[in-house]
Structure formats: C-alpha cells, structure tokens
C-alpha cells in the first residue's frame, strides 16, 4: 500500500486548506497529526465506503473528511484554521476494516510521508 499526502502550507488563522492521500487501494483511511514537541493525535477518519466519518473533538465543526465513491483519494478540508492546528499531518489506510473507520494510530498499517500545515496567528 502506497500513500501520497499533499496540500499542505503556510495559512493564516481563519483560512483554509483541503489536505489529499493518494492511496494505491480502497481502503479506510485516517489522519493524525504531531506538532514539534507532542504526541501524535488523531484528526479525522473515514470508512472505505465514504459512509462512515469520525472526528477529534477539536476539530469537530471546522474539518471535513470526504472521499468521492469508489475513489481512493481522501481529502481533509480544514476551515477556521488556528494556530494549535499546525502540525506535520500525515494520512494513514487499514486495510481489515470494511464498515469502521479506526481512530486509533496502532491500528492503521501503512503511513504516509505527511504535509506540513504552519497556521499564523
């Protein structure tokens, strides 16, 4: 399984930026991110149908995750942007899990190499 992350930037506090994993199958997929000096913590996630989507409470309202039907790009649109939302974000893909999206880093198998995302205040 191969994963491919883009999208990511210098943004001011308030903007927006749409993330993209590129994965070489359907999978369920997940974002997490790490901030210089802290543990990584999950995002967002989403089922390998598209039908199933999870969030961290500190995102809620503000992020998307999405995947077109049938696509294996997932997207992650990030709104209201703020400073503690700078992060290097990197995608991740279970491939056991049909119907349930993971939340939890140890059960995604493959990474990808992350984007970097630095919100200004």
């Known amino acids: 399984v191969q994963l491919q992350a883009w999208g990511g930037g210098l943004v001011q506090a308030g903007g927006s930026l749409r993330l993209s994993c590129a994965a070489s199958?359907?999978?369920?997929m997940g974002w997490f991110r790490q901030a210089p000096g802290k543990e990584r913590e999950f995002v967002a996630s989403i089922s390998k149908s598209g039908v199933r989507t999870y969030y961290a409470d500190s995102v809620k309202g503000r992020f998307t995750i999405s995947r077109d039907n049938g696509d294996p790009t997932v997207y992650l649109q990030m709104t209201n942007l703020k400073p503690d939302d700078s992060a290097l974000y990197h995608c991740?893909?279970?491939?056991?899990?049909?119907?349930?999206?993971?939340?939890?880093?140890?059960?995604?198998?493959?990474w990808g190499q992350g984007t970097l995302v630095t919100v200004s205040s």
């Open positions: 991740a893909a279970n491939a056991d899990w049909k119907t349930y999206a993971p939340v939890l880093a140890g059960q995604y198998e493959y």
């Open positions: 199958g359907l999978y369920a």
